[in-house]
């Protein structure tokens, strides 16, 4: 007999809704990336960082939910591996960002665009806890159907980060109006990249 696919109930929904809110809001190495791409770019040019961020945890959340995270938890090479390629990878996002030169675009879409956004969201700390934390509490075990289970986590999830990361990169914009000189931007820049090379030790450590 085939089991039936359940949607997840409203109650469990808004729950991991604010979960997913408080989670995507509060300080983080995502946050410093939106803020930076804010502060460069503007909202309009930061509108691919934000979908990056958004739609890469939302993908990160329902490849662990299907069981990504246990099958990197029995495997010490994998990890050791998503370790040190998360380092590596995060350095070089860290440089780009801090080696900006204040001119127009300062950081540029290579190191603020879609594609890195969502590509460090696998080597953010934070993205696997918030991943492995929801799993566990918020997938039911009468879901009747691990996909759609797992992509009811994940759609919601990005519902609510996608107006959690606009904030960050709003008062990213914000302070671009501070930042009136190619001086002050690369002095930011090279603070928000520090930032995100500091927090290679959450990887390390």
Excluded at 50 to 62: A, H
Excluded at 190 to 199: C, I, K, P, Q, R
């Amino acid at each position: 007999m085939f089991l039936q696919p359940k949607p997840m109930p409203i109650d469990q929904a808004i729950a991991f809704f604010v979960f997913a809110l408080v989670a995507a809001g509060t300080p983080g190495p995502s946050n410093v990336l939106l803020t930076t791409a804010g502060a460069n770019l503007g909202i309009l040019g930061g509108i691919p960082t934000v979908l990056g961020v958004s739609l890469g945890m939302g993908l990160m959340l329902f490849l662990v939910a299907l069981g990504l995270g246990g099958l990197l938890l029995d495997n010490p090479v994998a990890l050791e591996a998503l370790k040190w390629g998360g380092a590596v990878f995060l350095l070089w996002l860290a440089y780009k960002i801090a080696s900006a030169d204040g001119k127009s675009g300062g950081a540029s879409h290579w190191a603020l665009g879609f594609l890195p956004a969502a590509a460090f969201q696998w080597v953010n700390p934070k993205s696997w806890l918030v991943s492995a934390s929801a799993a566990a509490t918020y997938l039911g075990a009468d879901a009747g159907n691990a996909g759609l289970a797992a992509f009811s986590l994940a759609a919601v999830f990005v519902a609510a980060a996608l107006p959690s990361c606009l904030a960050w990169l709003t008062f990213g914009a914000a302070i671009h109006r501070v930042l009136q000189n190619e001086r002050h931007l690369r002095l930011f820049n090279l603070a928000m990249g520090g930032l995100l090379a500091a927090s290679v030790l959450w990887i390390l450590f």
